[in-house]
């Protein structure tokens, strides 16, 4: 790694990355060793920058949202890990822990961490994931410990089926994020280009695995909140 971390920002809001580059870049924060290299506000935008960087030669890190437009965060992550394995990749989100953690993790992310998070938790994960190290705050390691346990519960009980969000696939995590945003059917189906008929089977999958009875329940399983 260079004496200078250099990170490409991939979020859609300009608040966002200019919030960022101030936190991580400005010299005047004392942070010399940090420097942002490329900004891109789409998925597919992200990977021709970095394939425009030459991936871990010309960038240390990517710092990348979630919820980004065109293609969403999971797949640009999905598409550098398979593209290039030694870019260490730290996702952003607005989302909590509990959904979507685990899951960066088990992609190959190098951390997970919430926009709301201290700068100085900022720039250590950024300076941890760039030197190849993962950054796990605790709110994450716990989502991680508990998703070994309720696998380790569904299999000593031998359901043969796990149940809950990490039961889903990672398409049926895609449309259960855009069905908790409050897109319809048709609307999913326009920006994942799919049959509106195959979005409504991922739709009672997601229904089948979560224990959910309708898409309200659904989003108050995504805030976490109790489904009684």
């Given amino acids: 790694m260079n004496s200078v971390v250099r990170v490409l920002i991939g979020d859609d809001h300009r608040i966002v990355r200019e919030g960022l580059k101030q936190v991580l870049g400005d010299p005047a924060n004392g942070l010399p060793d940090i420097a942002v290299v490329a900004e891109a506000t789409q998925g597919a935008e992200v990977l021709d920058q970095v394939a425009a960087l030459a991936g871990a030669q010309g960038l240390d890190l990517v710092l990348l949202d979630i919820a980004m437009p065109g293609t969403d965060g999971l797949e640009v992550l999905q598409a550098l890990r398979k593209a290039w394995p030694a870019l260490p990749v730290l996702m952003l989100s607005t989302y909590p822990e509990r959904q979507y953690a685990v899951r960066c993790i088990q992609m190959g992310a190098a951390g997970y961490l919430h926009k709301s998070a201290d700068p ?58 855009l069905l908790t945003a409050g897109q319809s059917v048709s609307e999913i189906g326009a920006q994942l280009k799919l049959a509106p008929n195959t979005v409504s089977t991922y739709r009672a999958r997601i229904l089948e695995k979560t224990g959910a009875r309708n898409d309200v329940e659904l989003a108050l399983l995504a805030r976490g909140a109790p489904e009684g």
Wanted: aromatic share 6%; glycine share 10%.
């Fill in 120 to 177: 100085d938790d900022m720039v250590a994960a950024v300076r941890k994931a760039a030197a190849g190290g993962r950054y796990l705050t605790e709110a994450t390691a716990l989502a991680l410990a508990g998703a070994v346990e309720r696998t380790g519960v569904v299999r000593a009980a031998q359901t043969g089926m796990t149940v809950g969000l990490d039961a889903l696939s990672y398409r049926e995590h895609q449309v259960f994020r």
